[in-house]
T-cell receptor, first 113, second 114 residues
Framework: GEDVEQSLFLSVREGDSSVINCTYT??????LYWYKQEPGAGLQLLTY?????DMKQDQRLTVLLNKKDKHLSLRIADTQTGDSAIYFC?????????????FGKGTTLSVSS | GAVVSQHPSRVICKSGTSVKIECRSL??????MFWYRQFPKQSLMLMAT?????????EQGVEKDKFLINHASLTLSTLTVTSAHPEDSSFYIC??????????FGPGTRLTVT
């Protein structure tokens, strides 16, 4: 079945790098996503990676994909207090048009100054 | 990026009443809209998928008579929680998607049933 796992908490100091990890089970995933959710708000798409890519970098964000191990990570360089939020990993399974995303439980990132 | 709005952002209602939540795609036509429910400190749980002009497809365990979904146009979907009870209190999030494009999420609606 489909399952996305994430560690629940991560605490870092301002200026350090944060690495949030995610594992998924469905090898037919086409796209994998990272979303950010601030308290009381909806989800903001941060970045995504296509399943045939190993790495994608976008400013402070680096996504690494190990398709063999079904492992995805999000690295945030020079983490700031404004990065404190819940980060969700999600996978998109090919299928009928309109297939929804499968989300992990989210990793709460706490950044201290 | 594309913008999805939800209205209201927060609603408090009495047990037994019905509440309607709107989801709009503001600058694109959404062929598919999704409704999710999120409990505190939990992930998003997909409730239903709706395609414009057709009946919604509900996930297992979601009561279709309780959570009425209408996707009447390419820019509007509504979720009506009928005969709401305190256990329906939750954060409801919609997302909208054009064909073969990414999903864009609304800001969410906090429902509290007293």
């Amino acid at each position: 079945g489909e399952d996305v796992e994430q560690s629940l908490f991560l605490s870092v100091r301002e200026g350090d790098s944060s690495v949030i990890n995610c594992t998924y089970t469905d090898s037919s995933s086409t796209y994998l996503y990272w979303y950010k959710q601030e308290p009381g708000a909806g989800l903001q798409l941060l970045t995504y990676i296509f399943s045939n890519m190993d790495m994608k970098q976008d400013q402070r964000l680096t996504v690494l994909l190990n398709k063999k191990d079904k492992h995805l990570s999000l690295r945030i360089a020079d983490t700031q207090t404004g990065d404190s939020a819940i980060y969700f990993c999600a996978e998109r399974i090919p299928g009928q048009a309109g297939t929804a995303l499968i989300f992990g439980k989210g990793t709460t990132l706490s950044v201290s100054s | 990026g594309a913008v999805v709005s939800q209205h209201p952002s927060r609603v408090i209602c009495k047990s037994g009443t019905s509440v309607k939540i709107e989801c709009r795609s503001l600058d694109f036509q959404a062929t598919t809209m999704f409704w999710y429910r999120q409990f505190p400190k939990q992930s998003l749980m997909l409730m239903a998928t709706s395609n414009e002009g057709s009946k919604a497809t509900y996930e297992q365990g979601v009561e279709k008579d309780k959570f009425l979904i209408n996707h009447a146009s390419l820019t509007l979907s509504t979720l009506t929680v009928t005969s709401a009870h305190p256990e329906d209190s939750s954060f409801y999030i919609c997302s909208a998607r054009q064909r073969n494009h990414e999903q864009y999420f609304g800001p969410g609606t906090r429902l509290t049933v007293t």
